[in-house]
């Protein structure tokens, strides 16, 4: 009787959830090696052209397909995480390219270009958790590849993303901070959008909460969002003091006119005055607050982008 070969059905990729976050995407893996997985850290290393994501977009890949993150706008995971899953079997890194000059004709990326994915099989889940850690205290942090040695670590450089030598940088930022200051329908309406975009949002108002709780840092962009300049300087005070990679208030010209005229009385030089943005937002003709959420938090997200 002659024996039949064991047909082992092959694994199909699946997605987890849906996130483009890098802290999403280091805890999935981080918390799957360390509940016995394998897993692979997908990432952007290389941009031929377009590309849907920036450097250093993550995916994270388990051993038994599901996977989470993006490398490109969802036309390309599904194969990476079955390259992922193969070097995982393996136990070998790999780089795969897609698009423009990939052999993989039948994976045509909708911009056109070309982009190079490193697939690293994850050892050791500290320098995935020292990333965590770092970010939850609302501090830099940055992963070190080096695919000649097939090592991730956890790297004390601020340098942004992308190549150095023979090692390629990940660069992470903490999520931004939106403070929100005033007593108007315009601070309860953002509030809501910046949450729903992500943001860690904090309100002021004067009366329930105080200035030091705010925790202006680099990553925290500020909107004064005041009808009356009076009511803003308090707020300004301690802004001014801090670094917060956006500061805006609402009003018109003529009001920023008279908000630059009482800070010069109250000894403020122009360099600090010429930080804050008035009229606030992208578009200054917002006279709704939803209008003006929007156009004020697409001027923060600008702003966040513009400084990597």
């Known amino acids: 009787m002659q024996g039949f070969a064991t047909v082992i059905d092959p694994i199909v990729p699946a997605r987890a959830f849906m996130t483009d976050d890098a802290v999403d995407v ?6 799957a090696l360390e509940s016995g997985h394998g897993v692979a850290l997908a990432t952007l290393v290389d941009i031929r052209g377009g590309s849907a994501r920036p450097l250093g977009s993550h995916m994270a ?24 899953v193969q070097a995982i079997e393996n136990g070998c890194d790999r780089n795969l390219l897609l698009g423009e000059g990939s052999p993989f004709f039948d994976i045509v990326l909708p911009c056109g270009g070309g982009i190079t994915i490193a697939i690293h099989v994850v050892r050791d889940s500290v ?13 830099h942090a940055s992963l070190r ?45 953002a509030a809501k959008v910046a949450a729903a975009a992500g943001y860690d949002v904090r309100c002021y108002d004067g009366s329930t909460n105080v200035l030091d709780d705010l925790a202006i840092d680099q990553d925290t962009a500020v909107a004064l969002l005041y009808h009356d300049i009076e ?18 208030a609402l009003g018109s010209t003529r009001t920023h006119a008279r908000r630059t005229e009482r800070l010069r009385e109250l000894g403020y030089s122009q360099v600090d005055i010429a930080r804050i943005k008035s009229p606030i937002g992208i578009f200054n003709k917002a006279r709704d ?10 001027d923060v997200a600008a702003g966040r982008i513009l400084i990597g």
Request: aromatic share 10%; net charge neutral.
């Open 145 to 189: 590849y080096v695919p000649a040695q097939q090592t991730l670590s956890l790297a004390s450089v601020t340098e942004p993303t992308g190549w150095y030598g023979d090692g390629f940088i990940t660069h992470y930022r903490p999520q931004v901070r939106v403070v929100l200051a005033g007593r108007s329908i315009e601070v309860a309406v």
């Open 289 to 298: 607050a939803h209008s003006l959420a929007l156009s004020v938090l697409a």
């Open 61 to 84: 890949i388990r051993d038994d397909g599901l996977y989470c993150g993006f490398v490109s706008g969802g036309c390309t995971e599904a194969a990476v995480a079955s390259e992922a």
């Open 26 to 31: 280091l805890r999935f893996a981080a918390d």
């Open 231 to 248: 009511f803003e300087l308090l707020v300004l005070a301690k802004v001014l003091r801090s670094e917060p990679f956006y500061i805006g």
């Open 127 to 139: 320098p995935l958790r020292g990333v965590l850690l770092e970010i939850g205290g609302r501090r």
